[in-house]
């Protein structure tokens, strides 16, 4: 199976809202409502944002979002804040062989 | 809540055999899946495999030949085991939960795993 395809970087100022796309095949995204989506900040292990395409775990604000459309997945930030600034990493379940795939990361930049 | 701590060497030989360890607190490992993953330095994250508590497992094509992924329950643990290891195996190392098909949650803090003479 190949890697998601995440844009490495997106930016946003204070209060906007950025969407972060992960862009995978009609075997992993397109077909299964099975993709997630992690916080990484430095030095730090991910944290679950999104799973299943579009629920949030407690906790989580309700300022992320997650959708799909066909093979593409994307994760929605709206009032951005600082503390927003991370690395985010989506992945999906691949069906077939029960694998798991993740993107390559997109480095989320609060101006 | 349920925590996870990954233990083992920081330093392993090249050709080695790279062993680690994942301790369940806070909650049973009956029950559900469990997975380790990697992060060389500066790069994405790859799924390594998971196994479900009665032993079933599942590891990355990629990784298959070389992969171990092996449960303990009377000790609430499972481990790691990747042999003939080189350079490109050094990355931190997380342990995570897997609840349903795509919740990986908690995870380890993540240990740093160097592969040098």
């Known amino acids: 199976q190949s890697a998601l395809t995440q844009p490495p970087s997106a930016s946003g100022s204070p209060g906007q809202s950025v969407t972060i796309s992960c862009t995978g095949t009609s075997s992993d995204v397109g077909t299964y409502n099975f993709v997630s989506w992690y916080q990484q900040h430095p030095g730090k292990a991910p944290k679950l944002m999104i799973y299943?395409?579009?629920k949030r775990p407690s906790g989580v604000p309700d300022r992320f979002s997650g959708s799909k459309s066909g093979n593409t997945a994307s994760l929605t930030v709206s009032g951005l804040q600082a503390e927003d600034e991370a690395d985010y990493y989506c992945s999906s379940y691949g069906g077939s062989d029960n694998y798991v795939v993740f993107g390559g990361g997109t480095k989320l930049t609060v101006l | 809540q349920v925590q996870l701590q990954e233990s083992g060497p920081g330093l392993v030989e090249p050709s080695g055999t790279l062993s680690l360890t994942c301790t369940v607190s806070?909650?049973?490992?009956?029950?559900?899946?469990w997975s380790w993953f990697r992060q060389p330095p500066g790069k994405g994250l790859e799924w390594i495999g998971y196994i479900y508590y009665s032993g079933t497992t599942n590891y990355n094509p990629s990784l298959k030949s070389r992969v171990t992924i092996s449960v303990d329950t009377s000790r609430n643990q499972f481990s790691l085991k990747l042999s003939s290891v080189t350079a490109a195996d050094s990355a931190v190392y997380y342990c995570a939960k897997l609840g349903g098909t795509s919740r990986f949650d908690p995870w380890g803090q993540g240990t740093l795993v160097t592969v040098s003479s």
């Open positions: 299943d395409v579009s």
């Open positions: 806070g909650g049973s490992i009956i029950n559900y899946f």
